[in-house]
């Protein structure tokens, strides 16, 4: 199914790659990816997950800005479109890298998987019970 046809979008001549409203593209959708990340990572465990929802949110903010646009709000443009990709690979990157650098890389908090679980020494289970740690 096509939500859009390439008619319905800005020709070449009239949508340059470098203009302002493209930078402005980059710089919404690379602010929104590092507060996305920010946010998610209060919720999630693994900074993959973090990475893929705050890109997937950022995306679709986009796509919807690109969907408002051809309903007549703006002028609809897959260079836009482009644009928000770019910002948000860009933002995802500087927030991951000051996760990094800001959280450390251990197996705890690893760069990519998902963390391994450490059993403490005063938490041995009681006489009787059944402990199962399962490690990826």
């Known amino acids: ?5 390439t008619t319905a979008f800005a020709d070449d001549t009239s949508d340059p790659w470098i203009a302002r409203d493209k930078a402005l593209h980059f710089d919404a959708s690379a602010g929104i990816a590092m507060a996305s990340y920010a946010l998610s990572t209060y919720k999630l465990d693994a900074r993959w997950e973090s990475l ?3 890109g997937a949110f950022t995306l679709a903010v986009g796509a919807g800005k690109e969907l408002l646009d051809m309903t007549g709000l703006g002028d609809p443009s897959w260079k836009d479109f482009t644009w928000d990709a770019i910002g948000t690979v860009a933002g995802l990157a500087i927030a991951w890298s000051v996760d990094l650098l800001m959280g450390g890389v251990d197996a705890a908090h690893p760069a990519f998987g998902a963390p391994h679980p450490t ?11 059944t402990t ?5």
């Open 52 to 54: 893929a929802v705050a």
């Open 1 to 5: 199914m096509t939500l859009a046809s």
């Open 119 to 129: 059993i403490a020494p005063t938490a041995l289970p009681s006489r009787g019970a």
């Open 132 to 136: 199962v740690l399962f490690r990826f």
